[in-house]
């Protein structure tokens, strides 16, 4: 750990020491005394030591220690132990979360040792289902709630990329780009439209972006699935929810946690190439079998392949990576107070976290500041959460994984000779061609920086009328500011190209999002009746304002000038442009809940939402859902017959929500008005007309789900089981298929309600909890499966894409489309013999070693019409296994997660294993010859060659066709975690200030089982139709940290 | 005063603030654009339509840069030796994906033209404005939809004829060759017959639309109605030959006298993207066609243009013509030497319309207009058509007239029609090599129709990527493949 402790903590550390009460520190600096106090009738105040532990007799850590009507309080150490000073005749009371409370007097006892109880009903966590809680045993709904604490121990700046694995529904892809959110989406691909993207709810927010929420400050997250838990968010509840609630303080003894980390990064894998050498023997066959040569075109033949020992050997998969790094340094403070008249908690948490990137140039800093605080009085409750960050992004630069495959090894790094126009890097030239763009140049010449500032707060006021009845008001208000730079020094980075002047665009904005609900909840046990019902309404807004700058020329024009630029320092033409979006919505919800001696359940909800994204004749969605559930356990002649079955519930919901997630405005037709012209020289003239369509009359698209779930609790719930089957189906689907371009729209394709979706898939979660002695361990597996189809478009053959896949009806979203590769020709014979029904030769052109093709249509020609469907991105399952142990002081946890039955389309194979064109090889390439009679790869063949028949052959072989489509399953170890607790008492002789101390090492992404021939089977493609094709993307990141946990 | 008391009320006030139930919450408006609704009310709005049909000829697959590849590079005259193998292919009559750039680009930017043409001659006459300026304006509108119609027929054949404003659920019958001809004809005349013979600056005027009428007419062999045209024309009196023949292929003379028409570019503003504010308005093909180590040399020109333009002039010099069509060695290359740039020397590049004369690179944003017609191509057409009309004693001053610019002495006046045919084939070349011009020529002389002719320009001394033209087919692009699925009534082109 090279860098220097940040800023934060280093003013963080001295100010929350200010903050701490002073009677807890001096309590600890004279504690422990083990003498009885003998003061015999005394009402002075004694010291209890003593240890807390579970029924297991094992020491129950972070048990509340509070003096009955004081704010005088203390937690167990990991060990169940405390130290408390209290009155002689005070009463102790022993409080922790799943456990029954107890009371004990202290009657002039020095040690009070004692083992609390499991509360089997509030073991029940509760939920948080929409805008009421449920008990988990009562809950109807398919819900998911993941183990934060195990997913914490991910090295990860995200909290989505630490539950990958740990949960069922949902699928998550990562990638090693430092700052880039994981993509996510819930039980399948919802939407057509790209907004497949769940909504988030962190404690009462709603939010579409938790990339700069601190992992470290999550209390629970709760995974939200099924349309009865999700239709109350209305419009937004089609993606599925993920709620997360904040950690709070707690009433007693104001505790410190400090958690820092620190480790190196590489990425997962990479390509391995031919060296110049490798690389220019097998152009030298490419060339020779095209025809070139004495006879034919020789000074076109490259002058490196045919001696590549005259140029360099250059490695750029080298010259790109590197070992990042990656820190996180988090700190807290909390505590609270519980009085007669007032109760208070709060919260005060700062964390660094600073990332290195693996890729030259590419890095990531985040700092956040959290404020969770609460007060309660009487009738009146009031909580706010806020957490304000910043961070700090150096983005990669054009496709520097692609240009490291395609670029040639005879190409330089750096070569200050190459034109008067370069900035001192290599790129092609016509000995060694290439169209691809240095990219260590790419990443240096140009800098990419985005920087944000987010602000994510609520406030959450309750008042109780009655005990049954109350009044809740909830507003939260997410601020972005933002200001992303791109910077272009002058100076030429690939060959041939223009002249380009410097420039400088700064796109600077604030987003603002504010919501106000308000809400009447009744809430009353009557006999065996359960009943809940509320009211409400709220308001949301949104407005996103960006202005965009450019200025050209810089002063430093010269070539490699590395200086800073601001917009004025320019010279040359400038741009400016910038926009506003306001969105609005209004929604009028209600929900209820009802039971029958906690044995047989239903709920049902209600929403209806005024969205201003849609056309003024179709605002308005009704949304609702009703959900039933029978906890057969409960049922005597059950808890009878099976009496190991702990529990066991079964549920059923349906219900509908919808999705007006696709921007603002589109329904109008708008006039460009900046379709300009030159008419005289130089004078700009303003035009304007309508360039774009509009997508008419759109309105609400419906997911309607239908969900039967099974709850399952063995042993005393020490063996758990969920299991889910869903099926799905979204109506009315925003969709925009590709439109003919003779219409002449030249924007994006516009929307209609056209479409109809369906999604359907099997859940199941299971774990097993044992504690023996000193040895606790548990084991927890998951596996989801997802099965999606589109059911309709507008119009017989109507598709979405045009690339490698095609989104079509019949098949999953972003399918992939694709000619048939159908091997390699032996001989001129086979070439021949190949012909369709009428006798026509398919490949006339081709001869031995060329690539076969299937003509599926029977037309005698292979072309696009020969495409066919291939299976999709979607993996048919999603899997993940998990394991913890704690012996003594030590704890071991694993976590291994995979997909399968995924295909992965491999541009950068795509661009390596073509010959008829310049790019490096892979280093096990080994194209047909008649010596290696390939079945898989054709022939090397240059382009252009002597004969028409060659020139097809080569364009042929070249293809983009199934033969890179690839099976994309993989497993991998993704986390595994080694910890180890010094022991109180060791601890305790000699830091006495310190009440535990952990140290861990940690290693995210430790080894991968795949199929896939790159260097990452798991990766993120930002365009939602081509989720599939591999474009050359950032791979994961092995990383191996170390860290330490102090409290104090 | 009690705690539950404030806080009561402060909860109601904070409630009613936040929820103000504003009637008009969900009323949105988009303050970035004005709606059409409130568009094609005045006469500024008419002008601003019309300037923005002009706009579309400046995109990438209109005339800044991928149709000079359809027209230049694929032709003899050119050839690609692109290390983008797929483009070089493209040129080489050799395409497996019919979605390629150069192709669904030249389509798509042309409907794109077409839909802004076709908003102006449908919202046009509802507004209340000056007459005579709403005729321009319309007439206008019907050349410009006429000039994406002719290159569309010309590019792709039978491609769907699209006359209103589209929506989303527009769906357009598809023409054959013949019905697209006329609807560019129908277009050109109501253009004629309301273009004012003089115009703003880069405006359209009638002479625009008799000459590109003109050209239509002669693809169809339609002689006597060329003739008509190129004879009203030349006795407008309105158009010279410039005296310096450079003068129409670089920023200094443009608009000029020879000018018929002609893309405005500007190299104004460097702005990346198209139509929006501070976008780039300046011509690519400097930078697609420009030698190595200047640009992409993409487009190259074929080296037998040397040998075909090298006529002496009246004073022994080689014919100027070649100089400014080619680049060759030994010419200075932007400033510098063939061996210095580490060039080979028997390489050879377009000039015409390079950027050299003025500095020693080229970018994406030249401000060289690109001339879609000149008053040059005017005499050398009308002497065709005489030909083929039988004047053939007629045509031969014209064809003088052009020579006489560049100091060729005059063709005595004895030629035959045949022989005049081929001396016009060796003229056109000479004059217009580079200018868009010889796809149509190779078209119109039936050179791409017969195995003969195909194998002569497929000469290795020639242009031997006519190796791969299949007659019936390479004549057309294929229809781009995004159209074929969206629209399942249309039809491939014979042959893909």
């Known amino acids: ?1048 | 005063m009690k705690l539950h008391t404030l806080t009561t009320a402060a909860l109601l006030g904070t409630m009613l603030l936040t929820t103000g139930c504003e009637k008009d919450l969900l009323d949105k408006q988009n303050p970035n654009q004005p709606t059409v609704e409130n568009f094609w009310q005045t006469q500024t709005d008419a002008q601003a339509g019309v300037t923005a049909a002009y706009s579309a000829l400046q995109f990438t697959g209109v005339y800044a840069r991928w149709i000079h590849f359809a027209n230049d590079i694929r032709s003899d005259e050119g050839y690609s030796l692109s290390p983008w193998t797929d483009l070089a292919n493209f040129t080489r009559f050799v395409q497996f994906d019919y979605n390629l750039e150069p192709t669904r680009v030249i389509w798509e930017d042309h409907y794109r033209g077409v839909f802004r043409c076709n908003q102006i001659i449908a919202n046009v006459p509802a507004i209340q404005m000056d007459d005579a300026m709403k005729k321009t304006l319309l007439a206008e509108a019907h050349f410009l939809r006429a000039v994406f119609y002719s290159n569309l027929v010309t590019q792709f054949g039978n491609v769907p004829l699209i006359l209103e404003p589209s929506t989303i659920s527009s769906t357009a019958q598809q023409a054959t060759v013949e019905q697209g001809w006329t609807q560019v004809i129908t277009d050109l005349q109501a253009a004629i017959t309301d273009l004012p013979v003089s115009n703003d600056v880069g405006h359209a005027t009638k002479g625009s639309a008799q000459g590109l009428l003109g050209r239509v007419y002669m693809q169809q062999h339609m002689w006597q109605e060329a003739s008509t045209l190129f004879s009203q024309i030349i006795s407008s009196g309105k158009y010279a030959l410039v005296a310096n023949y450079l003068d129409n292929f670089t920023v200094a003379n443009e608009n000029n006298s020879e000018s018929l028409f002609e893309v405005q570019f500007s190299s104004a503003l460097q702005g990346g993207g198209q139509d929006v504010s501070g976008a780039s308005e300046g011509f690519e093909r400097p930078q697609f066609f420009g030698p190595p180590g200047i640009g992409w040399t993409d487009g190259r020109a074929r080296a037998w243009l040397l040998d075909e333009i090298s006529e002496k002039t009246t004073t022994g010099e080689v014919d100027p013509r070649r100089d400014i069509t080619v680049l060759h060695y030994p010419m200075i290359v932007y400033g510098d030497t063939y061996e210095n740039r580490k060039i080979p020397l028997t390489d050879t590049f377009w000039h015409k319309y390079q950027d050299d004369r003025t500095q020693n690179f080229e970018n994406y944003f030249s401000g060289i207009n690109f001339r879609v017609i000149r008053y040059a191509d005017i005499l050398l057409m009308q002497a065709e058509a005489l030909n083929e009309l039988g004047k053939t004693a007629d045509a031969v001053p014209l064809i003088n007239q052009v020579r006489a610019r560049v100091q060729l002495a005059p063709l005595a006046n004895n030629f035959s029609q045949g022989q005049l045919r081929t001396q016009l084939m060796h003229e056109r070349i000479c004059e217009l090599a580079g200018e868009g011009t010889r796809w149509s020529d190779l078209k119109r002389w039936g050179l791409l129709s017969t195995p003969a002719s195909v194998s002569m320009l497929a000469a290795s001394n020639h242009d031997p990527d006519f190796i791969n033209f299949v007659i019936g087919k390479s004549e057309y692009l294929p229809i781009p493949r995004t159209d074929l699925t969206a629209d399942q009534n249309l039809k491939q082109n014979p042959g893909y």
């Open chain 1, 1 to 1048: 750990m090279k860098k220097p402790v940040p800023k934060l903590h280093q003013v963080a550390i001295p100010a929350l020491l200010c903050c701490l009460p002073l009677q807890p520190l001096m309590a600890a600096g004279t504690a422990p005394t083990a003498k009885p106090m003998h003061t015999a009738l005394s009402l002075a105040d004694i010291t209890v030591t003593g240890r807390i532990t579970d029924e297991q007799g094992q020491g129950l850590p972070g048990v509340n220690v509070v003096v009955k009507g004081t704010s005088n309080g203390t937690q167990t150490d990991v060990d169940g132990r405390y130290s408390i000073t209290a009155p002689d005749n005070g009463t102790l009371v022993f409080s922790y979360v799943g456990y029954l409370a107890k009371e004990i007097a202290v009657a002039g006892q020095s040690t009070i040792s004692t083992s609390i109880a499991p509360d089997t009903k509030a073991l029940a966590e509760v939920v948080v289902v929409g805008y009421t809680t449920q008990d988990r045993q009562n809950l109807t709904s398919a819900v998911s709630s993941v183990d934060v604490l195990q997913a914490k121990k991910a090295p990860v700046a995200t909290i989505t990329e630490a539950i990958q694995g740990r949960t069922t529904g949902v699928q998550i892809n990562n990638s090693g780009n430092p700052g880039q959110a994981p993509s996510i989406t819930i039980r399948g691909l919802g939407s057509i439209n790209g907004g497949s993207s769940p909504l988030y709810v962190v404690d009462g927010l709603w939010t579409d972006n938790i990339r700069d929420l601190n992992p470290a400050d999550i209390a629970s997250l709760t995974v939200l699935k099924d349309a009865s838990s999700t239709s109350i968010y209305g419009s937004r509840g089609a993606n599925g929810v993920i709620i997360i609630t904040t950690k709070r303080g707690k009433p007693g003894k104001p505790v410190i946690g400090f958690n820092a980390y620190a480790g190196a990064q590489r990425t997962v894998d990479r390509w391995d190439l031919t060296n110049a050498s490798e690389w220019a023997a097998i152009e030298r066959i490419a060339y020779a079998n095209a025809g070139y040569g004495p006879n034919y075109h020789p000074e076109q033949i490259q002058a490196s392949v045919l001696n590549p020992e005259n140029y360099p050997d250059t490695n750029w998969q080298d010259a790109i990576l590197r070992t990042g790094s990656v820190q996180d340094y988090n700190m807290n403070l909390s505590g609270g107070s519980s009085g007669e008249k007032y109760t208070t908690n709060f919260l005060i948490s700062g964390d660094a976290f600073l990332q290195k990137g693996a890729l030259i140039g590419t890095d990531f800093k985040r700092y956040t500041l959290r404020l969770n605080s609460g007060l309660t009085t009487g009738r009146f409750k009031i909580n706010e959460s806020v957490q304000l960050a910043h961070a700090n992004t150096t983005l990669a630069n054009g496709q520097p994984f692609q240009d490291a495959v395609r670029l040639l090894p005879t190409i330089p790094v750096y070569n200050p000779n190459e034109s008067p126009y370069t900035a001192g890097y290599g790129y092609g030239s016509p000995a060694a061609n290439t169209f691809g763009t240095n990219p260590v140049a790419s990443q240096k010449i140009e800098t990419r920086t985005q920087y944000n500032n987010r602000i994510q707060g609520s406030v959450n006021a309750e008042y109780a009328f009655f005990d049954f009845l109350s009044y809740r008001l909830n507003l939260g208000l997410e601020s972005l500011d933002y200001v992303d730079q791109d910077a272009r020094r002058f100076g030429r980075i690939s060959q041939n190209a223009p002249t380009d002047p410097s420039f400088l665009t700064e796109n600077r904005g604030d987003n603002t999002f504010l919501l106000a609900e308000n809400i009447l909840n009744f809430n009353k046990r009557i006999a065996d009746n359960g009943i809940n019902v509320l009211l409400g309404y709220s308001e949301q807004r949104g407005k996103n304002t960006n202005s965009q700058a450019t200025a050209r020329s810089f002063a430093n024009n010269a070539p490699g000038a590395q200086d800073g630029y601001v917009l004025s320092a320019g010279s040359g033409t400038t741009s400016v442009s910038g926009n506003i979006f306001e969105y609005s919505k209004r929604s009028f919800f209600t929900q209820a809940v009802y039971d029958y001696k906690n044995r047989y359940l239903l709920t049902g909800s209600f929403r209806r939402d005024g969205s201003s994204r849609f056309d003024p004749q179709n605002r308005y969605g009704n949304f609702g859902a009703g959900s039933v559930g029978w906890r057969i356990s409960e049922e005597n002649f059950f808890k009878e017959a099976v009496p190991y079955v702990s529990n066991l519930k079964a549920r059923f919901s349906y219900g509908v929500n919808g999705n007006d997630n696709l921007g603002e405005y589109r329904y109008q037709a708008v006039v460009n008005q900046n379709v300009n012209y030159p008419f005289n020289g130089q004078v700009v003239n303003n035009g304007q007309i309508q360039t774009a369509l509009p997508s008419t009359g759109i309105k609400w698209e419906s997911r309607y789900t239908t969900n039967y779930g099974l709850d399952l609790g063995l042993l005393e719930d020490r063996i758990t089981l969920s299991a889910d089957y869903y099926v799905s189906t979204t109506k009315d689907a925003l969709v925009n298929p590709t439109l003919a371009a003779y219409l002449g729209n030249a924007g994006g394709n516009p929307y209609a309600n056209i479409g109809s979706l369906r999604n359907k898939g099997f859940e199941l979660q299971a774990s097993y909890q044992k504690s023996s002695g000193a040895f606790t361990y548990g084991v927890s597996g998951n596996l989801t499966t997802v099965n999606n189809r589109v059911t309709k478009l507008a119009q017989e053959g109507q598709v979405i894409g045009s690339g490698a896949t095609q989104t079509a009806v019949g098949h999953p979203v972003g399918a992939f489309f694709l000619i048939p590769f159908d091997g390699v020709f032996q001989t001129k014979e086979e070439v021949l013999n190949y012909k369709n029904a009428d006798g026509k030769v398919i490949e006339p052109f081709a001869s031995a070693g060329d690539a076969r093709y299937v003509d599926t249509n029977g037309d005698g020609q292979i072309n696009d019409d020969d495409r066919q469907y291939y299976d999709t991105d979607i993996p048919k399952i999603v899997y993940g296994f998990s394991a913890n142990g704690a012996y003594k002081g030590f704890d071991l946890s694993f976590l291994i997660q995979g997909s399968g039955g995924n295909q992965v389309f491999n541009v950068a194979r795509a661009t390596m294993d073509r010959t008829d064109d310049p790019s490096n090889f892979r280093a096990d390439f080994s194209p047909w010859t008649p010596e290696n009679p390939s079945t898989t790869t054709p022939r090397p063949l240059q382009s252009g060659g002597a004969t028409g028949d060659l020139q097809a052959a080569a364009a042929s072989n070249a293809r983009g066709s199934s033969r890179f489509l690839e099976n994309g399953s993989y497993a991998r170890l993704k986390n595994v975690t080694l910890g180890y607790t010094i022991p109180a008492p060791l601890l305790s002789n000699r830091v006495k200030f310190i009440s535990n101390l952990r140290i861990y090492v940690t290693g995210q992404n430790l080894a991968t089982v795949t199929k896939y021939s790159g260097p990452d089977p798991e990766f993120v493609n930002g365009n939602f139709f081509e989720r599939g094709v591999d474009y050359s993307a950032f791979p994961n990141l092995r990383t191996v940290t170390g860290g330490i946990q102090v409290g104090f």
